[in-house]
């Protein structure tokens, strides 16, 4: 048993066995979710399953297949000026063009606000603990060993496209599920979820590319957690409450885009090789030999 146990640990990382793990993990969460989702508690509690999956994937890799452990992922708390930022950026995102819709006319109060409606206030604190699944395994852990075998705009890059690719689940099956609803033709189907397709991966890899610089700056995956929980979250309640205006979804593409490519171009992403180097130096067996692709 020990022998078997040092082999696994002397097992160079692969990253195509690594998303083979995570993702048959975790998309069947999606899956079910966008098939027999039928109401918000249900539909947040299978995407919270699968986020967490990306977790459990992770620990499953780093600790028994590749055993190089956890090093380098960002176990601290960040500064508070970290948190003021994201919570900001959040706001940003969402209460700005919510703001914008309201004043337009273009979004209106719904006119009986009763208690029962404000529960998904909560949201953002719900979906903290999933946050930190997926930031463990995207940021904390693929990322700096993506770093030990490529440049840092490349790695940065295959990461956010990676990310992206984790979402298509629910990217296309939910616009596929509505069109079916709706009784839209096969064909036409077809050519909406390529639309989405390839209308989301540029906006998606430029998100990724900003989650990978806030967790660059205070290395920390409570910050980087705290950033996604307050994204998913003031969307969903936002969205629960009184539903997202016709501005949200560009507003937030735009905003994201830009702040992405600015980021990929001009960011300071001196640190990122320091946190893959102490990845590295817990088994430094498991970086001997070039990265396995898809």
């Known amino acids: 048993m020990k022998e078997q146990n040092e082999t696994a640990r002397r097992r160079s990382f692969s990253l ?5 793990i995570v993702f048959g993990l975790s998309w069947p969460f999606q899956i079910v979710s966008v098939i ?21 994937g992770t620990y499953i890799c780093g600790r028994y297949i590749f055993g190089d452990g956890f090093k380098g992922a960002g176990w601290n708390w960040g500064k508070p000026r970290h ?24 979004l ?18 719900i979906t903290l603990i999933p946050g930190f699944g997926e930031e463990f395994g ?5 990322l700096p060993r993506l770093l030990q075998r490529m440049s840092t705009r490349r790695a940065i890059l295959l990461h956010s496209f990676i990310w992206w690719s984790w979402h298509l689940p629910l990217t296309v099956g939910n616009t596929v599920m509505g069109a079916i609803a709706k009784a839209v033709p096969g064909p036409t189907i077809i050519i909406t979820a390529v639309s989405v397709i390839l209308l989301s ?27 996604h929980a307050a994204f998913d979250g003031m969307r969903d309640a936002l969205g ?27 960011g300071d992403w001196r640190n990122l090789h320091t946190w893959s180097q102490e990845a590295a130096s817990e088994n430094p067996a498991s970086y001997a030999h070039t990265v396995d692709t898809l």
């Open 201 to 227: 991966v540029i906006p998606v890899v430029c998100h990724g590319i900003l989650f990978a610089y806030i967790w660059n700056r205070a290395h920390s995956l409570a910050v980087s957690s705290v950033y």
């Open 83 to 106: 948190y003021l930022a994201v919570l900001g950026l959040a706001a940003f995102l969402w209460l700005v063009p919510e703001g914008i819709d309201l004043l337009a006319g273009t």
């Open 16 to 20: 195509g066995l690594y998303l083979l």
């Open 240 to 266: 629960a409450i009184i539903g997202l205006g016709p501005t949200a979804g560009i507003w937030a593409n735009i905003v994201l885009l830009v702040l992405g490519l600015i980021l990929l171009w001009k």
């Open 36 to 56: 027999w989702g039928r109401n918000l508690l249900l539909i947040i509690a299978l995407n919270a399953s699968a986020m967490m999956m990306v977790t459990v």
């Open 138 to 142: 995207w940021r904390g852990y693929m």
């Open 108 to 125: 209106k109060l719904p006119a009986h606000l009763s208690l029962v409606r404000f529960w998904p206030v909560l949201l953002p604190f």
